[in-house]
């Protein structure tokens, strides 16, 4: 008979409560949730430095161009067909390939005979949630 007893109650014993399972997965949702918040703010970190990274090539690309035709591109398109680019980068914010290029009769150096295109800026209206400032300002 004390076997019996014995029996039963460790077999009760042997698993969990709805209670224990149910904290346990609260506890395991808590933490998702905690690490998919810092997932989405990486990949926008990711975004926004895959997009000062493009504008810095462009940029550097547009004062070479100039300065080795003594003219200024008037596209985006003539940089690539010069060879300064090898194509016209994707923007990562709003992932197309159209950017706002700013014009100017400015000149770098003395022997250029126009002005052109001196800047390139995104065209999108986002706000960075990091800088709080439009990416297109940058």
Not at 50 to 72: E, G, N
Request: hydrophobic letters at 40%.
């Amino acid at each position: 008979m004390l076997r019996k007893t014995l029996r039963s109650s460790s077999s009760r014993e042997r698993g969990f409560t709805l209670i224990e399972l149910m904290v346990v997965i609260a506890i395991i949702l808590v933490l998702i949730g905690m690490a998919a918040g810092r997932y989405e703010q990486s990949v926008v970190r990711a975004r926004e430095a895959a997009l000062k990274q493009s504008l810095q090539t462009m940029r550097s690309a547009i004062q070479q161009y100039t300065l080795d035709k003594q003219q200024a591109p008037q596209s985006l398109d003539d940089l690539v067909a010069a060879g300064y680019l090898t194509s016209i980068p994707e923007d990562p914010v709003t992932r197309n390939r159209e950017w706002h290029p700013d014009f100017d009769d400015y000149v770098l150096s003395p022997d250029q005979s126009a002005g052109g295109m001196t800047d390139v800026h995104s065209t999108s209206d986002a706000l960075s949630p990091f800088e709080h400032t439009p990416y297109n300002t940058w």
